[in-house]
Each structure stands twice: as C-alpha cells, then as structure tokens.
C-alpha cells in the first residue's frame, strides 16, 4: 500500500472510531482506534513502516505545540513544584527503581534493558485520558498536574531512555556524560524554543505592519511553527526537538493570551485547523499502535523462552509496578509539602491518570535491531509487547478505576482571583463614554478604523455600566485589552505630529505615575512593611521601567526584551521558589503589597499633576490618561486577595462581560449606520468582525463546559 493510501485510510479510521464512540460511551476512542488498528493489521495485513524520526517530527512535534499553547499557564506555574518533581526526578526514579524491580520480575531481561524499558514507559500522555476525564469530571488539580507534567517529562524519559538503550548496545554507560547532556539537551532546547517562537512572532508582527495580515497566511504559519522549531533544535543544535515545540507553545499561549481579539477571525480559523490536526494526529498514532501489536504479539508467541500469557503478566506486572511508583512518590511528595494534607485518593487519582501513550510507543518503536557486536537487541519483541500492554492497561484501568475513586468536583480549584473593594482613587473611568458620545455626533463619514475606535468605546461603557465588586478583575482585563486596540488603531489614523504629541503625553503621564510607585516604595521600606529583599527588587524593576520610559525603543524590539526578561525572572523565581519556599511566600506576599499600594499611590499623583495651575488637562491626550488608570487598577486588582473566586468562575463574568460589550458594539454599528456616519459595506465588515468575535467568545464558553 502506497503512503498516500494509507494516509487515507487511517484518516477514514479515525472518523469511523469517533462514529463508534458515539454509540459507545463507556469506552474511550482511544481504545477503539487501537483496535481498529488491529483489525486492519489481522485482516487487510497492512502495515505502517514507521521511522522514529519522522514519527517524531509528524506527530509529537505538534501535539506538544499545541498542548503548550492550550495550557493555562497561570495553573502551570501554580504547580510547579509538583509539575517538574513529576516530571523529572519522579522519571529517573521510574527509571532505576521501577528498571530495578522489572529486573527482578522477567530474568531474562538485562538490567540495562529493564532501565530502558521503565524509561520510556515513565512518561505520560494527557491526551489519552482527555475522553475520560470528560465523563469522569477530574478535578482541575489532577488535570493540570498531569497535564502540566506531560509536556516535560516526555524529554526526561526520551533522555533516560536514550542512554538506557545506548548501555544496552555499546555495554559502556557514563554516568557524568549522561548528566552533562541532559543538561546541554534540555537547557538548549528550552532557549531554542523560547529564541525561535520569539523570531517567528517577529517576523509575523513586522509583516502584519507591511499589511501582509491574510488570515490563511498567518494561519499556515502557525501551523508550521512547530516542524521548523523541531527540526532546527533537533537537526542543527542536536537539542530535544521536545522541550523547544512545549517551550515555544507555551511562550505563543502568553503572547497570544488577549481577551478581546484584534483579528478574531484569525482565532477562530487557527484554532479550527489545530482542531482538524490534533483530531486527526490523535487518532492516527492510536492506530498505528493498534497496527504494530501483531508484530510484537506474533513474535512472542512464537518464542520458546515465554508463553503468552506469561508476557501478559509481565505486561501488567510492569505497569503495577510504574502506577506504585507513581501514587507513593505523589503522596510522599505532597506529605513533604504540605506535611498536615497528604490525600491517598488525590495520589491514587494522579497515579491512575498517568495513561502511556504516543511517546511511550514512538520511543519503544526505535529500539535497535541489533548491538554493536552484530547480536540481535536482547527481547526486543518482548520489551515491544510489554509496553504496548501497559499503554492498553493504563487506558483500560483508568476507564473502570477512575469512575470509582474520582471525588466529588463541585468545588473546582481556585486559581484565578477576582477582587472586591473599591479604591478611593479620584479618577472616574467613566470618562471615556464622553469621547465615544462626541464622537457619534460626526455626520461625515468615518474611516473604518474610526469606526471601530467608537464602537468598542461603546463596549467599554458597557462593561463600566456592569462593572461590580464581585467582577473587577474581569471587568479591567477586558478594558485593558479593549484600550491596546483602540491604541493600535488610532496609531493608523494620527498623522506623525499628533501621534508624537500623544508619545509625548504618555511619556510625562507614565513618568508622573513612576514618581508616586518610588515614593510609595520608599514609604514602605521606611515604614518596615516590606523587607529588604523585595525593597531592592521592586526598586531595581522601578529602575529599567524608568530607563526604559526615557529612552524608549521600538515597539518590537521592547516586545522581545520584555520576553526575555520575563522567562528569566520567571526561571529565578522557580529557583528560588524550589530552594527558598518559606523565604519566596513572604517576598511574594511583600510584592502583592508593593503592587497594590504603590499603583493607588501612581493614581494619585497622576490627580495630584494633572490638578497644577500649569497643567492643562484638556491639552493632553484623554486616552493616555484613561489607558494608564485602567492598567494601575488592573494592577491593583490583581495585587488582592480578600475575594478569590475560581478559574471557572472568573471565566464565566469573562464571557458574560465579553458578550455585553459585543452587544454594544453591534449597536453602535447600527447607530453609526442611521446617523450616516458609515455606508451599508462598511456595516457589514464591522457586523461580520463582530460575528467572528462572538464565535470565538462561544468557542470559549464551549471550552469551559467542556
């Protein structure tokens, strides 16, 4: 069968497997396409040549992408503690304890086999139990750790399995050069990632300003992103190809993480075509595993030294072994850290979500067929068979165990924080609904940049007008989002003596607003309400903001500095957070106050400056002024935890802000088209960016119930 007829196939596999699925519920598609592999090796005798490399690159490579793009990297860094415990040193445990006991279990294993065989099945696949935990409801805890793990852990156990199997061929093992590569590997994957997605954004945000911003173009060139990054830190840099796809999905998920979308037709057709990829991809390697057990299968069966059922038993003797592994180390961990909370169902529903998959079969399928001295590898079908049996088992045993020990999830996980209470600022945001008012009373026609400056200045007196205690945060998000485009748009119509007018402004108004955060910095320091630490750290921030402020730099180029300071602080903070947990819970309490207080005392001396004789409000730039209170109350509302509501529920004031201000909107087109200020064409683009938005908002609701 040629390759392009078995693309074809397996593509039509996939679509009847969810057709199956339909009818049967109790069973995870996951499952069904490996048996519709098997049918199709058994019966059509059609197999799939596979190359590990290229396995690799076609179907790991994106799905990793995509998991980093999707996840919610407010709940990665929340966990992680338990995210990089899980993935790294719970994988080189797997490795030499679980490689230990394996050892010990099938005696005609080697002991460096038995390492390489608990390598690769050390990682775990979050895609496989997506289908249950949709009918199992897992808490979002569970979800995100095993979620949040997966996308690392696949390098750690692709290395230790690396090395495994190196020992196994050439009997020479060193441990120091093991060492020293996993480091050059993962940390160089990591930069690759982080440098390449941060060119890719480059290069995508100049061509947009050339006007090259077709949706199709853009659209494709995410989709490559992936390939490219794999291929130059696999092929050019010999790094983890891995690390750098995860690394550069979860650096595109922050860059791309705006509320309200500057192009939401652009959303919604990325986020369509991943959803064709990944439900393609998906299925696929699910068959293809399907495809190769009768190759392992027939292999043991005819071997003299185990029966069938032995293999079985070694096949479920390994994954007990891994899932004790697991669930003991989870427990042990979370008794460490939080030494009056360890929870044996929380460590047993972790240890059961950790079904194998994609990974654990590419790595397994790359065994070689002989050593250095010309031997067959030792039990290669064996060590096949086994982890394709504990891939299968890990389905299953989720599928009838979950449902039984999963708790009760009426009570998600807080991880997103709305506030209450009003600051005593003397600015009213309202301000802003004067501008859009005035604006409408325009009789000639407006530019269709214009347009949308006075309509999503509708939206934002929308929200205003819902704006409650309970909903700040939501509420000054969407605002803050909202401004940046007006901003982004009004930089169209300004010619470039007025946009240097408004440049300037805001350089005096961010200067002031600098001024009351060192002032009330100070006043903390003095006062001793801040330690020493967080008193030169906020400081040193102050510093290159200031820095940065005076001598500003492009647009582009200041994105790409903000980037790199913001994975290195990033990484610091894990650093210290890992060795110093005591010490980092009171800097990080210090900051929340440094944050809240020294944004409400930049508000008032931004009221203090504007109410001088000398300074004529009315001369400078309105936005500017509205834009810089919105981000010091974002700021603040941020900084405070007296009310914490849930993800869920912080998403759901989210999209109920986000359909009022659509609301709005697409009223303001209305008016715009009464009043004469707009011509029939122009309503209807205006009407169709609307009608995008509101697809991506119901793409997001959908989401949240699901």
């Given amino acids: 069968m040629s390759i392009v007829e078995a693309v074809i196939l397996l593509a039509v596999l996939v679509l009847i497997s969810n057709v199956v699925s339909h009818y049967l519920t109790f069973i995870p598609v996951s499952l069904i396409q490996i048996g519709l592999g098997l ?69 005609k294993l080697s002991l460096s086999v038995s390492f390489a065989l608990a390598a690769i099945l050390s990682p775990t696949d979050p895609v496989a139990v997506q289908s249950i935990s949709k009918r199992v409801k897992l808490p979002d805890r569970i979800m995100h750790l095993v979620s949040g793990e997966s996308l690392i852990n696949d390098a750690s156990g692709l290395i230790a399995f690396k090395y495994a ?92 993480s705006r509320l309200i979308e500057d192009s ?31 190759i392992a299968t027939s292999k043991i069966i005819n071997d003299v030294h185990f029966n069938t059922f032995q293999a079985i038993g070694y096949a479920f003797g390994a994954w007990l072994i891994i899932l ?73 045993a989720a599928v009838i165990t979950l449902p039984l020990v999963a708790p009760d999830n009426s009570v998600p996980l807080q991880t997103r924080a709305s506030i209450g209470e009003e600051t005593d600022e003397e600015f009213e945001v309202s301000e802003e609904s004067n501008d859009a008012e005035k604006q409408s009373e325009n009789t000639h026609h407006l530019s269709e940049a214009q347009a949308r400056i006075y309509i999503m200045r509708l939206a934002i007196n929308a929200i205003e007008e819902h704006r409650r205690l309970e909903n700040q945060r939501a509420a000054y ?35 002031v607003g600098l001024d009351g955060e060192q002032s009330a910095l100070d006043r903390l320091h003095t006062q001793h309400q801040i330690s020493n630490a967080a008193y030169k750290s906020a400081s040193k921030h102050l510093a290159r903001t200031l820095k940065r402020v005076t001598q500003p730099v492009g647009r582009s180029n200041s994105t790409l500095i903000r980037n ?73 509302e941020r900084a405070r935890e007296d009310r914490v509501v849930s993800r869920q529920t912080y998403a759901k004031q989210l999209n109920q802000l986000r359909a009022v201000a659509l609301g709005a909107e697409r009223t303001g087109v209305q008016t715009l088209l009464e009043s004469g200020n707009i011509s029939w064409q122009m309503a209807g683009r205006l009407r169709q960016y609307i009608n995008y938005s509101e697809n991506v908002l119901m793409m997001a609701v959908n989401d949240e119930v699901e």
Avoid: C
């Fill in 39 to 107: 049918v199709m090796a058994l019966f059509w005798e059609i197999e799939i040549p596979l190359d590990t490399d290229w396995f690799l690159l076609l179907f790991i490579a994106p799905l990793l992408f995509n998991d980093g793009r999707r996840f919610p990297n407010r709940e990665l860094w929340q966990l992680r503690g338990p995210i990089f415990a899980n993935s790294i040193l719970l994988v080189f445990l797997t490795t030499i304890v679980g490689g230990y006991f394996i050892y010990l279990m099938v005696p």
């Fill in 165 to 256: 199997v190196a020992a196994t061929v050439t009997g020479v093992f060193s441990f120091g050069k093991a060492v020293g590569d996993f480091f050059y590997i993962s940390l160089v994957g990591l930069l690759a990632g982080f440098i390449l997605m941060s060119l890719i954004e480059f290069l995508r945000d100049i061509l947009r300003r050339q006007g090259i911003n077709d949706v199709v173009f853009n659209t494709v060139l995410q989709i490559m992103t992936p390939f490219v990054i794999y291929v130059v830190a696999e092929e050019l840099l010999h790094a983890s190809g891995v690390i750098a796809v995860v690394t550069a999905g979860a650096l595109s998920h922050v860059q791309n």
């Fill in 264 to 294: 939401p037709e652009l959303k919604l057709v990325t986020e369509k075509t991943w959803d064709i990829i990944v439900y393609l991809l998906n299925g696929i390697v699910f068959l293809i595993l399907g495809d190769e057990l009768p």
């Fill in 324 to 396: 004790v592994i697991r669930v003991v180390w989870i427990y042990l961990y979370s008794g460490i850290t939080k030494p009056n909370r360890p929870n044996l169902r929380v460590a047993l529903l972790a240890g059961l979500s950790g079904v194998r998959g994609a990974v654990t079969m590419a790595g397994v399928l790359s065994l070689p067929l002989v050593t250095a001295t010309g031997h067959a590898f030792p039990q290669r079908a064996l060590v096949l068979f086994v982890a394709a049996g504990v891939i299968i088992i890990s389905l299953v």
């Fill in 477 to 511: 998000d969407l605002i803050l989002d909202y401004q940046f485009i007006i901003r982004r748009l009004e930089m169209q119509i300004r010619d470039d003596a007025e946009m240097q007018r408004v440049i300037d402004d805001e350089l005096v108004l961010r200067q």
């Fill in 564 to 636: 790199w300071t913001g994975i290195f602080h990033r990484i610091r903070l894990w650093i210290r957070g890992t060795i110093f947990k005591r010490q980092t819970k009171t800097i990080d309490n210090d900051w929340q106050m440094i944050d809240r207080e020294s944004s409400k005392a930049a508000i008032k001396a931004l009221s203090k400056y504007l109410a001088k004789d000398d300074v004529d409000s009315q001369v400078l730039d309105r936005q500017a002024i509205y834009h810089l209170v919105v981000y010091y109350r974002n700021r603040i």
